[in-house]
Nanobody, 122 residues
Framework: QVQLVESGGGLVQAGGSLRLSCTAS????????MGWFRQAPGKEREFVAA????????YYVDSVKGRFTISRDSVGNTMYLQMNDLKPEDTAIYYC???????????????WGQGTQVTVSS
């Protein structure tokens, strides 16, 4: 059974930092791409960042490039999202997700965590 569990969300002032974690189980990690997505109130879920577990270049939405960094710890089966210089518009519920093969769009991911709230105050 695949499980993804996020942690690390919270309330932070604009310009601050948070690091989100996603611990995965039940996967053959080398076959999977992992991603971070977010959903703000009244908006659709959107892609934030993604990486193939086996390596390669990460992918980011333009609005977070230079501020967010996605990484993974293959030993601990954990993926991270380091978020720096946070802005109020980053406020959302952040989800991690997994799919077999390459990174893809929101609808292509098969497994999702429960989400963690990130709130950035101005």
């Amino acid at each position: 059974q695949v499980q993804l569990v996020e942690s690390g969300g919270g309330l932070v002032q604009a310009g601050g930092s948070l690091r989100l974690s996603c611990t995965a189980s039940g996967l053959t990690f080398s076959n999977y791409a992992m991603g971070w997505f977010r959903q703000a109130p009244g908006k659709e879920r959107e892609f934030v960042a993604a990486i193939r577990w086996s390596g390669g270049n990460p992918y980011y939405v333009d609005s977070v490039k230079g501020r967010f960094t996605i990484s993974r710890d293959s030993v601990g089966n954990t993926m991270y999202l380091q978020m720096n210089d946070l802005k109020p518009e980053d406020t959302a519920i952040y989800y991690c997700a997994a799919k077999i093969g390459r990174v893809g769009t929101v609808s292509e991911y098969d497994y999702w965590g429960q989400g963690t709230q990130v709130t950035v105050s101005s």
